[in-house]
């Protein structure tokens, strides 16, 4: 079994930056595909990015590709999410996803999600 925890998410004004952690545990992270999912207030939730195990090129969501940033540290079995430029519309719930593959629409963990909120 895969633990995922989130965190960093918090208040953050437009334009800010932002870095959410996903912290691993059960698995040895390189084993998987990690990814970033969002879901905002009364709206679906979307795939923000994803990353292979190899850590290869990430996928981005159009909406924050040149923003947002994925990587991963196989070695402290951890996930980044580094948000840039950040805007109102990110305003969400963000999940830490580990266990997916191309089109990264299906994934077999879920963290447990980090608020993040942008104020304009």
């Known amino acids: 079994q895969v633990q995922l925890v989130e965190s960093g998410g918090r208040l953050v004004q437009a334009g800010g930056s932002l870095r959410l952690s996903c912290a691993v545990s059960g698995r040895t992270v390189s084993w998987y595909s990690m990814g970033w999912f969002r879901q905002a207030p009364g709206k679906e939730r979307e795939i923000v990015g994803a990353?292979?195990?190899?850590?290869?090129?990430?996928y981005y969501a159009d909406s924050v590709k040149g923003r947002f940033t994925i990587s991963r540290d196989n070695a402290k079995n951890t996930v980044y999410l580094q948000m840039n430029s950040l805007r109102s519309d990110d305003t969400a719930v963000y999940y830490c996803?580990?266990?997916?593959?191309?089109?990264?629409?299906?994934?077999?963990?879920w963290g447990q999600g980090t608020q993040v909120t942008v104020s304009s």
């Open positions: 990353i292979t195990w190899t850590g290869g090129t990430p």
């Open positions: 996803v580990a266990g997916g593959s191309p089109p990264w629409t299906t994934w077999t963990y």
